[in-house]
């Protein structure tokens, strides 16, 4: 994927996101290699997405990507799946964030100074 590549489908992922869509998995079977634009593009997208409650994963992704998302430190960024079976089960699974404790007010007294 690169520069043209990414443009083309930064175009049809806004459509799809404009309907309203916000589960994504990108097959990346046909794709033999990637430049840093491409790898922008999906950084960035990611992240919009994950912002806005949405899932961006990848599929298929070929050996010589997966070493650049490695060097990339990315590995950790991106749900990466071989099969699409799972891949898909996976947007099922409901991941629940628990709340943050609420703090306690303070229970101080206050005098009045005259």
């Known amino acids: 994927m690169a520069g043209g590549d990414s443009f083309f489908l930064r175009e049809k992922l806004k459509n799809v996101v404009s309907m309203g869509i916000q589960k994504v998995l990108i097959d990346m079977d046909s794709v033999p ?6 790898v922008g593009f999906l950084v960035s997208t990611h992240t919009s997405m994950t912002n806005d409650g949405g899932q961006l994963k990848l599929l298929k992704v070929k050996p010589k990507i ?7 430190n990315l590995l ?6 071989d ?5 898909m089960k996976s947007f099922e699974i409901k ?3 628990e709340p943050l404790p ?13």
């Open 95 to 97: 991941k629940t964030v």
């Open 83 to 87: 099969d699409e079976e799972p891949a």
């Open 33 to 38: 290699y990637i430049d840093s634009t491409g």
């Open 102 to 114: 609420k703090k306690k007010k303070s229970t101080k007294a206050v005098k009045e100074v005259d």
């Open 66 to 72: 997966l070493e650049v998302f490695k060097i990339m």
């Open 76 to 81: 950790s960024v991106f749900e990466i799946f």
